[in-house]
T-cell receptor, first 113, second 113 residues
Framework: EDQVTQSPEALRLQEGESSSLNCSYT??????LFWYRQDPGKGPEFLFT???AGEEKEKERLKATLTKKESFLHITAPKPEDSATYLC??????????????FGGGTRVLVKP | DSGVTQTPKHLITATGQRVTLRCSPR?????VYWYQQSLDQGLQFLIQ???????AKGNILERFSAQQFPDLHSELNLSSLELGDSALYFC????????????FGSGTQLSVL
């Protein structure tokens, strides 16, 4: 069974204090790894998709990287508006699984001014 | 705005009752997914439909059922409701059934009293 574990569960940062979030995964043939951002009471919002080890993607203050066992989401010089829960998810090569995403528990990030 | 519309936003009902949650996918998207999010379980995949056909099934209870109609909107039916069914229910859509990203609606908050 596919498993996704995110750490830490919660992160408190000062504005400008860079940090990294970890996503470890176990999957039967990784088809894609996704990062989403979720604000309270709202649906997850897509950030990145990574498909193969060594791949990196960037968007503003966020950078996602992928290895064969884990992914990191680096937040550089965060601002209070970066406060959210960041979710990692994987999709597998197994045909019977369709295109379902298996999500981790998320990391709650709070950036204080 | 993701383009995925879910109604109603909030639903309060009693144990033993039956409710229907509705989802309209983004224009052009053929796949619809249902997810349940609770504090202790995180985001759990329930079911995926592609162009009217069931494509993948997760840990969906037998008391729950879903369908996707010819106009591609989807409904999730929850019956014999229990207190533990209280959760946020999200619908998501994607263009196909490959490894493309999912777009999530803003969810239906179900409270079973």
């Amino acid at each position: 069974e596919d498993q996704v574990t995110q750490s830490p569960e919660a992160l408190r940062l000062q504005e400008g204090e860079s940090s990294s979030l970890n996503c470890s995964y176990t999957v039967s043939g990784l088809r894609g790894l996704f990062w989403y951002r979720q604000d309270p009471g709202k649906g997850p919002e897509f950030l990145f998709t990574l498909y193969s080890a060594g791949e990196e993607k960037e968007k503003e203050r966020l950078k996602a990287t992928l290895t064969k066992k884990e992914s990191f989401l680096h937040i550089t010089a965060p601002k209070p508006e970066d406060s959210a829960t960041y979710l990692c998810a994987v999709t597998t090569m197994i045909k019977a699984a369709g295109n379902k995403l298996t999500f981790g528990g998320g990391t709650r990030v709070l950036v204080k001014p | 705005d993701s383009g995925v519309t879910q109604t109603p936003k909030h639903l309060i009902t009693a144990t033993g009752q039956r409710v229907t949650l509705r989802c309209s996918p983004r224009s052009g998207d053929l796949s619809v997914y249902w997810y349940q999010q609770s504090l202790d379980q995180g985001l759990q995949f329930l079911i995926q439909y592609y162009n009217g056909e069931e494509r993948a099934k997760g840990n969906i209870l037998e008391r729950f059922s879903a369908q996707q109609f010819p106009d591609l909107h989807s409904e999730l039916n929850l019956s014999s409701l229990e207190l533990g069914d209280s959760a946020l229910y999200f619908c998501a859509s994607s263009v196909g059934q490959g490894r493309e990203k999912l777009f999530f609606g803003s969810g239906t908050q179900l409270s079973v009293l």
